[in-house]
């Protein structure tokens, strides 16, 4: 039996090298690696096995082959089979990968796009796991899935980095979470960080002795969240919320993709505030400095690298920008609408009063899980309905759309004696009516 493994990152790699050292996995007579670099252009970006530390973690597999080569010249986010094609796929990838007649297992990450599912349909045969490379497989599944790829899935494996919350991911299957050991992950990010290079001068003296704090960006104008400069904009707001917490010596690691200007405006802001900020730009997970830097807070706005900080590390984390984002996230199914509520509910403020986490998170969790693929998740309506009554107060309604609670007939929508109204094709009628009549009566004035 040969396990071949997916993956795109260097956090993810990790996770999948701490569920091998935990036993998570079965014994193989051969385990693969296949990389796949989903940059923009990957042909001028370093894919993962050219990452600092990536050593470290292919000893965990017998071979390391390269995706992007496999489908060439095609990307591998956008690149999948015709039907009609699998056969004559699976047959070459089993000759030039040396797979003979073996028995094969997959394990993936996002399982509901390229190239997860492009390799799914390539090997039918083949039982999957999938693992969570993050914090998205507390949330629902994006889109519905082919019951012949979502019946193989026989479990999920994720780090517990929020405590007593199982994933929604790939549940419409009876898919079970199964939780990768802490103490593995702790391991596994402890080699990488010995094993890079150091990503420049470190604060005090570069031993990381002098309490620090560690802001975390995002590159968040990537994924259309929000405009570049409000994105520079929420960096110089990090810089000026923890030094009001009282920290003077300031790490800030960017995106690894992010262009140097994204950070210029956080180093403005610290000049003017007269605080030390140092950029760490090394390809590295935040994990690693955690290690490195042990700092005293880590600072961002909804990256998965705050919940890792508090539940695998201990260390005090703070959010800043994630109310802003909770009202603007469009599509209401984004799949970062799980992540931004678990951190806005879970992480205090920066600049805020501190609070109390939510009553019910499961609750919180399946509700908006719900309101998001009502249609992948019908079987959640009762629970939602249920949290919606007991919990929906001024706070906790900024995780739900009025607009969607009503086209759900959700608790918390319109009235329920007008509960009629969104669904009537007359009343629709007539609001089209009138729009229209409105428009002409503005255009002539």
């Not at 986010?77 to 000759?95: F, G, K, M, N």
């Not at 993709?257 to 000049?271: T, V």
Request: hydrophobic share 45%.
């Amino acid at each position: 039996m040969t396990q071949v493994f997916l993956a795109s990152t260097l956090y993810g790699a990790a996770t999948l090298a701490a569920a091998l050292d935990a036993g998570c996995l079965p014994p193989a007579g051969r385990r693969i690696l296949l990389t796949s670099n989903h940059s923009p252009a990957p042909e001028v970006t370093p894919g993962l096995d050219a990452m600092p530390g990536f050593a470290v973690l292919r000893s965990r597999f017998d071979e390391v082959l390269d995706w992007n080569a496999v489908v060439a010249p095609q990307h591998p986010s956008t690149w999948a089979p015709r039907p009609e094609d699998v056969p004559l796929w699976e047959r070459q990838l089993r000759h030039s990968w040396g797979l003979g007649r073996d028995r094969v297992e997959l394990i993936v990450e996002s399982l509901q796009v390229p190239p997860a599912q492009s390799l799914c349909r390539l090997f039918p045969g083949a039982a999957i796991d999938v693992y969570a490379d993050g914090l998205m497989s507390y949330g629902p599944t994006r889109f519905r899935l082919d019951p012949q790829i979502g019946m193989r899935v026989r479990r999920v494996l994720h780090l517990d980095l929020v405590p007593g919350l199982e994933p929604l991911l790939l549940t419409e299957f009876g898919v079970r979470g199964e939780l990768i050991p802490a103490p593995a992950a702790v391991r596994v990010f402890a080699e990488l960080a010995d094993a890079a290079e150091p990503p420049g001068p470190l604060p005090g003296g570069g031993d990381g002795e002098e309490p620090c704090a560690l802001l975390l960006g995002q590159y968040l104008s990537a994924l259309e969240l929000m405009p570049a400069d409000e994105e520079e904009e929420l960096h110089a707001a990090m810089v000026r919320g923890a030094c009001e917490w009282g920290h003077r010596d300031l790490v800030f690691k960017p995106h690894p993709s992010a262009p140097a200007a994204y950070w210029r405006r956080a180093e403005a802001e610290a000049a003017r505030l007269g605080v030390r900020l140092t950029v760490l730009d090394a390809p590295v997970p935040a994990e690693t400095l955690y290690r490195r830097l042990r700092p005293a807070l880590v600072v961002g706005c909804f990256s998965t690298g705050l919940l890792t900080a508090r539940a695998l590390y201990g260390i005090p984390v703070a959010r800043t920008g994630t109310g802003a984002l909770l009202g603007r996230l469009t599509p209401y199914q984004n799949s970062n609408r799980i992540p931004l509520t678990l951190v806005d509910a879970l992480v205090p403020d920066l600049d805020g009063p501190p609070r109390d986490p939510p009553a019910d998170l499961p609750g919180l969790v399946a509700a908006v899980g719900f309101t998001m693929q009502p249609r992948i998740l019908p079987e959640r309506r009762p629970a939602a309905e249920a949290y919606l009554a007991r919990h929906l107060d001024p706070y906790t309604r900024r995780y739900f759309g009025r607009r969607r609670l009503t086209a759900l007939g959700l608790p918390g929508g319109v009235p329920r004696r007008l509960a009629f109204l969104p669904r009537s094709r007359a009343v629709r009628r007539a609001a089209h009516r009138l729009r229209r009549r409105l428009g002409r009566l503005s255009a002539g004035l």
